[in-house]
């Protein structure tokens, strides 16, 4: 870039941008007007021209990106917007090579179980073991991808170092029926599970509880009696993270965050949430040892979508033999026209649509 | 065509078709029950070997639990191979078909959307009915994250190849929130921290008060607090850069020296000050309304993108944005609702008054709104107060009239003002959000010193010393009722009624059994002081019939589970929650032991003899 270009390009920029550049270059930008901002910007990036050309495309590709990244959700519903998202969609669906839609046969075909195959853990497991040697971890994947074995190896390894691993669960149902399975896999004697008002084999190295006794746990150490022996904790796995939104409840993951002893790592697990990095972020904040962010959002066992009419007809909902993420219109047209007799039939009084 | 496909036909035309096992989720217990009852009377029943494998997995679990032997769905789910899991059921006969799924002896469960997350329970198809949940009483639509939940239970890892989540309609279902949850990005979560006595008392003990506010600032609560405020904070950026040319002129501070000259200058004239025939609570309104602020109309809602005053009449007006995308110019007198929202707005000199793209992301988040929003609180003043005779006198120390920048500050001091007042409400916005959870905490404090837990220099009093041992809901009606001296002297049996009346939070009606005087007499003065508390904790529910069923099953040890069952119209599985919540208020009780040794004795009693039958199957 010569000087004139970067020139031009700062001067595109808005001013809010040349301030985000200025911060640390600049001092006193904010008195500053466009031009004269410019000029010292100018004057600055001589020092390190490429740092400071990174930099600003760097922020100029953000802004670009914001807009285009879809955060909370992705697409506008097109029955319902402005003529203009209306437009801005239906050019969107003419990019898209329009295939023909998929037939029910295609869709049912596939449907069977694997073959027999020796356990291999996937990447993203083994990843999540090795950056708990680092610090935290917050795992955020789909449902059913294998998160309990990332618990099951991450305790195993605190336990072969002596320290203590107490995993908190939701529910008690979830923490009953993990009692049972880890007491399989470690034996009965490792394993211990602590309630309100019981404790079976409180002294084991591997504690299973709710998230609110586990809180208690930790008030009462604060407070100076020590209970459980937190002074060996190595790890804390707080299993289903997802419910920090829990409206009554998630003040509870809350407290208990903040106030894990810091020589303990997190290990957090969680369905896909929209904000993995914020917690993650959060995290870092907050406490001793950085937090990594496991995430991916593929499902091991591919999903298709469909539609069964209350006479018995079964048909794909969507056009797409899997599902078309980020076009929640690509409806089967069967199925669109299963669902429209549906509801003409049903409410008669002409509900929606 | 029926409104919903019936549950036998479902299930023969999903093993047609291999897609067994199913979950269907449905939308009550009742429809799960009912669903089972249908099954009744089909003759297409298992073959021998599957009915055989059945009995032997329920074998093993009844051998573990045997609360679920006489389970009313066994000869169904034997027969049929389908079965019912939902929250009126005990847990173990849960851990059952649980266990039946995993030995993948079911073709299918009948199950509401409450079956909870990670309970490994998968299944090769996931049926769907609804669109919608319950909750706090009120339908709402399922999130994206809980469709995906939801429809993540099909396609069981080295079980299947495919798993296939399946729609089927029933009255009301909305198919679009179906397809948006499967296709779109979950929900970004926001943290729900709220801040407690027992977390006052147990951070105090800890603590001193000086370090409150560091530990405070570590929630995840003030760190999305944060992030908005860093948004603000950039826009501040902004402004100031704005404000460049109106810096200091002949007097530093003009804008306000102009702002008071021109009143003064309005009122001495003789037109007398501009009268505006407006009612105060629109002028104190129309002050918020600026771009980007959401605004409550009778039946809708829309976003201020510029706020004017007519040409003739001088009356506010503004443009709003509307939902569904129409841009109307209106009276302010039609905002209804100032709401404490503002959407992000860049505004533009012309028609729509902000750029597009502005336009296109205020109608997406317009739309996206939850349906309630906090409201500004307003305050009206009483009158337009005139300026002080005094000062109106002294229109001659003004300089203004003679001053060399005079015509630049009168063409310059309507934008420059409203500039000002911007930076003014960001500045106090974000003050507001850097100190909001700490002025929480401070209520907090106030309370609890004003009951006597903490001492005028935020120390635990003896009592804030045994009273942090309470930890749950309605700690301080629990608390207060100790000192009130309420349980002495009382039997376990009403001890534990108490704590279930207040544990219990459902208000779903039911028949129940009677009340014993003593019962009576006491939950009466529970409610006095639950009532007298109310502006410091929202007094429970305290259903006097909840509080019997548990009276009686302490009281009398010889009353079976299926005789207590019989004595209430509520499912099993929700009197097993009432108990073990109990169990759970009743064992807080219990750690007083050190300073109320006689409350403590009677709570591990009750302990003792609730813990019996199916509460003690579980730990
Ligand atoms: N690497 C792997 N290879 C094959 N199968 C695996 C692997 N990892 C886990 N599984 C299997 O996947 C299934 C689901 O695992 P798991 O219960 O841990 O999921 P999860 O992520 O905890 O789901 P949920 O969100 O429901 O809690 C289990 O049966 C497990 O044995
Ligand atoms: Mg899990």
């Known amino acids: 870039m010569t000087t004139e270009e970067l020139e031009q390009l700062l001067a595109q920029q808005p001013i809010a941008l040349l301030h985000r550049l200025a911060r640390g270059r600049v001092q006193r930008h904010f008195r500053t007007g466009k031009r004269r901002l410019i000029?010292?910007?100018?004057?600055?990036?001589?020092?390190?021209?490429?740092?400071?050309e990174s930099d600003l495309l760097a922020l100029i590709g953000e802004r670009t990106a914001r807009p285009a990244a879809p955060p909370p959700r992705p697409a506008v519903q097109p029955a319902r917007h402005s003529a203009e998202a209306r437009r801005a969609a239906s050019a969107?669906?003419?990019?898209?090579?329009?295939?023909?839609?998929?037939?029910?046969?295609?869709?049912?075909?596939?449907?069977?179980?694997?073959?027999?195959?020796?356990?291999v853990p996937d990447p993203w497991q083994e990843d999540a073991l090795a950056k708990l040697q680092t610090g935290d971890v917050i795992v955020s994947v789909p449902t059913g991808s294998g998160k309990t074995y990332v618990a099951v190896e991450a305790a195993r390894r605190a336990m072969e170092e002596n320290r203590t691993v107490i995993y908190a669960s939701p529910l008690k149902a979830l923490s009953n029926t993990k009692f049972t399975e880890f007491s399989r896999i470690f034996g009965a004697d490792r394993v211990g599970i602590l309630t309100g008002d019981r404790r079976d084999n409180g002294q084991a190295p591997l504690l299973i509880m709710t998230t609110e006794i586990l809180r208690n746990l930790l008030y009462d150490a604060a407070g100076g009696e020590i209970d459980v022996r937190l002074d060996t904790l190595?790890?804390?796995?707080?299993?289903?993270?997802?419910?920090?939104?829990?409206?009554?409840?998630?003040?509870?993951?809350?407290?208990?965050?903040?106030?894990?002893?810091?020589?303990?790592?997190?290990?957090?697990?969680?369905?896909?949430?929209?904000?993995?990095?914020?917690?993650?972020?959060?995290?870092?904040?907050?406490?001793?040892?950085?937090?990594?962010?496991?995430?991916?959002?593929?499902?091991?066992?591919?999903?298709?979508?469909?539609?069964?009419?209350?006479?018995?007809?079964l048909t794909p909902l969507f056009r797409t033999l899997g599902i078309p993420h980020g076009h929640p219109g690509q409806w089967h047209p069967e199925a669109k026209r299963l669902f429209a007799r549906y509801e003409d039939e049903t409410m008669p009084s002409g509900r929606r649509r | 065509m029926p409104p919903s496909i019936h549950p036998v036909d479902l299930i023969t035309a999903l093993r047609q078709r291999h897609l067994t096992p199913a979950i269907v989720f449905l939308t009550s217990r009742r429809a799960c029950d009912e669903a089972m009852e249908s099954f009744d009377h089909t003759n297409s029943v298992l073959p021998p070997a599957r009915q055989e494998a059945i009995a032997?997995?329920?074998?093993?679990?009844?051998?573990?639990?045997?609360?679920?032997?006489?389970?009313?769905?066994i000869p169904t789910v034997q027969r049929i191979g389908v079965a019912a899991h939902h929250a009126g059921h005990l847990p173990s006969w849960k851990i059952a078909v649980e266990e039946l799924m995993r030995h993948g002896c079911l073709d299918a469960v009948f199950a509401t959307t409450t079956l909870a997350a990670g309970v490994d329970f998968p299944a090769r198809t996931v049926i769907i009915t609804q669109s919608s949940i319950r909750k706090a009483r009120d339908f709402t639509d399922l999130t994206i994250g809980e469709v995906q939940q939801i429809a993540g239970r099909a396609g069981r890892r080295g079980k299947d190849l495919v798993g296939f989540a399946i729609v089927t309609p029933s009255p009301y279902i909305d198919l679009g929130v179906l397809t948006k949850g499967f296709t779109g990005h979950p929900e970004a979560i926001n943290s729900q921290f709220v801040i407690s006595y027992p977390m006052v008392l147990n951070l105090l003990k800890a603590h001193p008060l000086d370090q409150m506010q560091p530990i405070l600032a570590k929630s995840f609560a003030q760190f999305q607090l944060n992030q908005r405020a860093e948004i603000l904070e950039r826009?501040?950026?902004?402004?100031?850069?704005?404000?460049?040319p109106y810096g200091p002129r002949v007097c530093t501070d003009w804008i306000t020296q102009w702002h008071l000259y021109d009143q003064v200058r309005r009122q001495r004239s003789h037109r007398g000050p501009v009268r505006r025939h407006e009612p105060p609570d629109v002028s104190a309104r129309f002050h918020f309304l600026t771009p980007g602020r959401i605004a409550g109309l009778a039946k809708s809602r829309g976003v201020v993108l510029r706020q004017y005053r007519s040409k003739g009449q001088k009356s506010p007006m503004v443009t709003l944005l509307r939902q569904?995308?129409?841009?109307?110019?209106?009276?302010?007198?039609?905002?209804?609702?100032?709401?404490?929202?503002?959407?992000?707005?860049?505004?533009a000199p012309v028609y729509p008054w902000c750029t597009t793209e502005s336009l296109e992301s205020l109608l997406r988040e317009l739309e996206e709104l939850p349906a309630r929003l906090p409201v500004l609180p307003i305050l009206v003043s009483k009158e337009h107060e005139p300026i002080p005779d005094a000062i109106v006198q002294t229109l001659g120390d003004f300089s203004c009239p003679t001053c060399p920048?005079?015509?630049?500050?009168?063409?310059?001091?309507?934008?420059?003002?409203?500039?000002?007042?911007?930076?003014?409400?960001?500045?106090?916005?974000?003050?507001?959000?850097?100190?909001?959870?700490?002025?929480r905490f401070q209520d907090k404090i106030d309370a609890l010193q004003h009951f006597g837990y903490l001492s005028p220099g935020a120390r635990l009093t003896e009592a804030g010393e045994w009273a942090r041992l309470i930890r749950i809901d309605h700690s301080l009606l629990i608390t207060e009722l100790i000192r009130a001296e309420a349980f002495t002297g009382a039997a376990p049996a009403l001890l534990a009624a108490v704590m279930s009346s207040i544990a219990h939070d459902d208000d779903r009606p039911g028949a129940f059994p009677r009340i014993s005087p003593g019962l009576?007499?006491?939950?009466?003065?529970?409610?006095?002081?639950?009532?007298?508390?109310?502006?410091?904790?929202?007094?429970?529910?305290?259903?006097?019939?909840?509080?019997?069923?548990?009276?009686q099953w302490i009281a009398d040890p010889t009353l079976t589970w299926i005789g207590l069952c019989k004595k209430t119209t509520m499912a099993e599985g929700d009197i097993y929650r009432l108990l073990a919540r109990t169990l759970e208020f009743l064992s807080q009780l219990h750690t007083l032991k050190d300073t109320h040794p006689a409350l403590a004795d009677c709570a591990s009693q009750a302990i003792a003899s609730l813990r019996r039958g199916v509460l003690e199957e579980l730990p």
């Open chain 2, 520 to 551: 009576g007499s006491l939950l009466g003065q529970v409610r006095k002081l639950a009532e007298s508390l109310s502006p410091y904790e929202d007094p429970p529910l305290l259903r006097a019939d909840i509080a019997a069923v548990t009276e």
């Open chain 2, 405 to 439: 920048s005079r015509s630049a500050c009168q063409k310059d001091h309507a934008h420059a003002s409203k500039l000002r007042q911007e930076q003014q409400r960001n500045v106090k916005a974000i003050q507001a959000l850097r100190t909001s959870l700490w002025h």
């Open chain 2, 56 to 73: 032997k997995v329920l074998e093993q679990v009844i051998a573990q639990y045997p609360s679920i032997a006489e389970h009313p769905l």
């Open chain 2, 235 to 244: 826009k501040l950026d902004d402004l100031h850069q704005q404000m460049e």
């Open chain 1, 92 to 119: 969107h669906q003419e990019q898209e090579p329009h295939e023909p839609a998929v037939t029910l046969q295609a869709w049912l075909e596939g449907i069977g179980v694997p073959p027999p195959q020796p356990f």
């Open chain 1, 39 to 52: 000029e010292l910007l100018l004057r600055h990036s001589a020092e390190n021209r490429a740092g400071f």
């Open chain 2, 324 to 347: 569904g995308g129409a841009i109307t110019e209106c009276p302010a007198a039609i905002v209804t609702e100032v709401f404490d929202r503002v959407l992000d707005c860049t505004e």
């Open chain 1, 234 to 313: 190595g790890l804390v796995i707080m299993d289903e993270s997802q419910y920090l939104a829990d409206p009554e409840r998630g003040v509870v993951w809350e407290e208990t965050i903040i106030f894990c002893p810091s020589q303990a790592r997190l290990l957090l697990l969680s369905a896909s949430i929209g904000n993995p990095h914020d917690i993650a972020d959060w995290l870092t904040s907050i406490r001793s040892t950085p937090c990594h962010l496991i995430k991916h959002s593929k499902r091991t066992v591919p999903l298709r979508a469909g539609y069964l009419h209350p006479d018995g007809k």
